[in-house]
């Protein structure tokens, strides 16, 4: 190393530490105040000789601040900083700061430790360079290693932890941080009561201590928790030593084990239950492996040999010390079922502290989890010492047995022929032939008597007779009678039978009636009791039925009637539009109330149809939107009329059903009228559709009266009306929502009633299945727009015997352009077509001489009626009306009173037909 000038060659100390610094690895180099290098060693002298980044530039004489100034032009990225330490140290007075150290990358990747202090001496700095680029290269391979350890334990679901002899957190992996919601930077010197909580963190921190004490691996298993709840941890701990073997740290892998521990519990559980129900078995259960050991018994053995379960466990039959002949026995069944597949059986007896004892034995195949070979043999041995002590007691009842089961038979043979007969005539019948057979008898005889003064219609006397006696048969001898009582002691009649017979010897001699015989006929008596009361009562009610029926056919006939011309006057009225203020709205009032008269009258007979089993669905694909369109269109008068808000909250997209249109949209509409009719003025409703899965939700909801807990499960009752409600009610018969009811389930759907209460209001709620798919067009079921009038006027004929209905019928026809003459019976209906020849014909078929159907059969037969069209205007709305009115000719079939709107779109089809005009 060159020395400064007043050093010498002479002066020891100088060539001393010139030597030492030339002995060293590191770059030295000494600078005066103003920058100038005046000294190196020879590390320095041999770098500067390659030539390697702009500070290499920086010899002896020359400025190190130059060749700091070329660094940085050369773009070398740290020279800027080492700059300007340089010009700051070297500006600074003595006694300031003494040194900076600071890392400056060289060309070609090499890093090294730049030091700048001041001279002990006096002014300028001395400056070394430390080579450290292999330490960077370690410490970025150090980070990559931690990185890729860090990201392996982060990867699994296990927790892993370590932990200072002080119990603070050094490293944790995700899944650690995810179960405690701590983040990496809260995680780090965190403790057990911080993440774990004080209840918990004692026992964790004693089983540090434990595998800390140890000195090797400990596994237990921990409480802890798992998002918030409680978790059950299968922790392995180890302590982490120095190269000394001295402990610095605890390692740790926690699982968290929860389902597994619930499984084996409900497995142990399980396992409990099995073997208490085996123990509790009379039958000894036994199991057998492949070696024939028994791998299980149960407690049923001890009760078999005298001796404890557990002494068998894992010993042969043989090694058990069980008889010989017993034990080949078992071998050769054991060995069947293994070659076989096949279940095995066998008897044997075992001599028992009790005595002999009689058992029968199954050994059946248990196979292993793949289906396909035999694990295990079981045996299942029952002691059937009693049944076989009883085997001789049942021969000799078996005869007994056989003999009554046959009269058990025949009582109820007798029983089932006789409660299928709906009449005393073949209730009869059925007793006398049964009272015979069974009792072997020549002859038997049932009478039925007719009693005055019962509630019920009376049964005519019926006798039955039967008789195989022939002329030759020598006289019946003994006589057995028992009286028919019915209900309260009502006689009812009597059942006699004649000359019993047995077999005997290959023939058949008579014999007397035994208290056996007697008690069997009077077992057929109770029967036939109380079928002939059945009997009875179903006549009652089958002609109940038939009255009502008929009653509420003709009742609908009758007020059909009225309603008519009242409903055709109403229309007359709207239709000449000259009714003003308090008269035009009497009118729409008029037409209100007549409409809730005519649905009042239909839903009667709905419920009649529905009752019977015989309202045909016309099941469509259909749109829920379609569905409450119709019904809106018939409630939204009585909703306005009340001032309500209507709401309606649909989701997006069409809803398909399959369903008949009609008569959903009468549910709705009966639901909406409903609360329009039990909410105060001003009221609001609410109709909220959803879907529930497969199925649709409709619910109509209200701020109305409500419904008290204890209407609520009669509310779908036929005639149910709610007491509270009454004084409220505008009319109705109870019917429709018992109506609904029926319909909606003939959808295959259901429906719900809520209220809270009185005064709170309620939610009628029906589902519906939702059809699987959307069709591919939409159905339109438009008749035509209402109002249409297409090709010339018509010639009609309405005949009808309520004048009123007639007149006020024509007088709306001819309002809409139509010629028209009207009669009162049948002949002169007959008589006013062949004269008149009309268009239309609109026929009652209640008329005073002739009916109907009647009319209608002899306008057929007219050749010059060939083109009449016939329509039925009647009170007679059933299924059947319609039948006959089709066998009689009829084209139409309309209901009184007759919706103008689709009278009118029938004669205008009519009309169009006849000038050749298609309706659009």
Not at 177 to 205: F, H, I, N, V, Y
């Amino acid at each position: 190393m060159s020395a400064p000038a007043c050093t010498t060659d002479a002066d020891p100390p100088a060539l001393l530490a010139r030597d030492i610094l030339d002995a060293l690895p590191h770059h030295v180099l000494l600078i005066d105040a103003q920058g100038r290098v005046i000294a190196t060693n020879k590390a320095w002298e041999r770098f500067a000789r390659h030539g390697q980044g702009a500070l290499s530039c920086a010899r002896l004489g020359q400025s190190y601040l130059e060749a700091c100034q070329a660094a940085v032009q050369a773009g070398e990225p740290d020279a800027p900083t080492l700059l300007a330490q340089v010009q700051r140290l070297l500006g600074t007075p003595h006694g300031s700061e003494a040194e900076v150290g600071l890392e400056y990358d060289w060309q070609g990747g090499r890093c090294f430790l730049i030091h700048l202090s001041r001279h002990p001496a006096g002014t300028g700095l001395v400056v070394t360079h430390t080579e450290i680029s292999r330490c960077k290269r370690a410490e970025a391979q150090l980070r990559q290693a931690l990185r890729t350890i860090q990201g392996v334990i982060d990867g699994t679901d296990t927790l892993v932890y370590a932990k200072d002899l002080e119990g603070r957190y050094l490293l944790t992996n995700r899944s650690w941080r995810d179960r405690t919601g701590l983040s990496e930077r809260q995680a780090a010197q965190t403790t057990d009561e911080q993440a774990w909580g004080p209840a918990l963190a004692a026992a964790l921190r004693a089983n540090d201590a434990q595998a800390l004490a140890s000195g090797g691996l400990m596994v237990a298993e921990e409480q802890a928790a798992n998002h918030g709840q409680p978790a059950t941890y299968l922790s392995s701990k180890f302590p982490l030593v120095d190269d000394a073997g001295q402990a610095w740290a605890l390692g740790g892998l926690s699982t968290d084990i929860t389902p597994l521990k619930q499984a084996q519990d409900a497995l142990q559980a399980r396992e409990r239950e099995l073997q208490s129900l085996a123990d509790n078995t009379p039958d000894v259960l036994a199991r057998f492996d492949s070696a024939q050991r028994m791998v299980f018994v149960n407690a049923a053995i001890q009760r078999m040999t005298g001796r404890l379960p557990r002494e068998f466990i894992g010993s042969t039959p043989r090694e058990a010390g069980l008889p010989t002949e017993l034990c080949e026995r078992w071998e050769a069944a054991i060995a069947a079922v293994r070659e076989d597949g096949l279940a095995q059986t066998l008897e044997f007896t075992f001599q028992s502290r009790r005595g002999p004892r009689h058992y029968t034995g199954r050994f059946v195949p248990e196979y292993g989890p793949s289906g396909a070979e035999i694990g295990c043999v079981l045996g299942v041995l029952h002691d059937a010492t009693e049944q076989k002590r009883a085997e001789d007691s049942v021969n000799r009842l078996l005869g007994e047995e056989r003999h009554y089961a046959r009269l058990l038979s025949h009582l109820a043979e007798a029983s089932r022929l006789v409660h299928a007969s709906l009449s005393a005539d073949e209730i009869a019948q059925v007793l006398t032939q049964q009272a015979r057979e069974i009792l072997g008898a020549q002859r038997a005889c049932t009478t039925v008597q007719m009693h005055d003064g019962d509630r019920h219609p009376p049964i005519r006397a019926v006798a039955r007779c039967c008789d195989r006696m022939g002329s030759d048969d020598p006289p019946v001898q003994g006589v057995l009678s028992v009286h028919l009582t019915g209900q309260g002691g009502r006689p009812l009649g009597r059942l006699q039978v004649w000359g019993r017979e047995v077999s005997r010897d290959g023939g058949r001699e008579a014999a007397p009636f035994s208290p056996e015989d007697e008690s069997i006929l009077t077992q057929l008596a109770a029967i036939a009791s109380t079928g002939l009361d059945n009997a009875r009562m179903y006549t009652s009610l089958r002609d109940a039925d038939v009255r009502k029926d008929e009653f509420l056919a003709t009742l609908a006939h009758e007020l059909r009637n009225p309603l008519a011309p009242i409903r055709n006057g109403l229309e007359i009225l709207r239709r000449c539009d000259q009714l003003t203020g308090a008269a035009a709205r009497a009118q729409e009032m008029m037409e209100r109330q007549a409409s809730h008269l005519v649905r009042l009258v239909d839903d009667l007979l709905d419920v009649s149809r529905i009752s019977r089993g015989r309202v045909d669905l016309r099941c469509e694909r259909i749109t829920v939107q379609s569905i409450i369109d119709n019904a809106l269109e018939a409630s939204r008068p009585a909703i306005d009329a009340g001032g309500h808000q209507l709401s309606i909250v649909l989701p997006e997209g069409a809803l398909w059903l399959d369903g008949d249109l009609t008569r959903l949209a009468q549910v709705l509409g009966n639901l909406l009228n409903n609360a329009a009719k039990y909410t105060p003025e001003g009221g609001h409703i609410k109709l909220h559709v959803r879907t529930e899965g497969a199925m649709l939700a409709l619910a109509v909801s209200d701020d109305g009266v409500g419904l008290s807990a204890e209407t609520l499960p009669k509310v779908f009752d036929l005639f149910a009306q709610i007491e509270h409600t009454l004084s409220r009610s505008q009319g109705g018969l109870g019917i429709g929502l018992s109506l609904v009811k029926q319909l909606v389930e003939l959808h295959g759907g259901s429906i719900m009633a809520e209220s809270e209460g009185l005064g709170l209001g309620s939610r009628f709620t029906l589902r519906l299945p939702l059809a699987r798919s959307a069709p591919g067009q939409i159905y339109a079921g438009d008749l035509g727009p209402a109002g249409m009038s297409v090709g010339e006027a018509l010639r009609v004929l309405v005949v009808d015997d309520n004048v009123d209905g007639a007149e006020s019928l024509s007088m709306m026809l001819e309002l809409l352009g139509h010629q028209v003459h009207r009669v009162h019976d049948g002949a002169s209906a007959i008589t006013e077509a062949t004269e008149w020849v009309p268009d239309v014909a609109l026929l009652d078929i209640g008329l005073p001489d002739l009916t109907g159907y009647e009319v209608a059969r002899r306008l057929r037969a007219e050749p010059r009626l060939g083109g009449l069209l016939l329509v039925a205007v009647t009170g007679w709305g059933s299924e059947d009306d319609q039948r006959r009115s089709a066998e009689a000719g009829i084209d139409h079939h309309l209901t009184k009173p007759v919706d103008a709107r689709a009278l009118e779109r029938l004669l205008a089809s009519r009309a169009a037909a006849q000038s050749g005009t298609a309706l659009a």
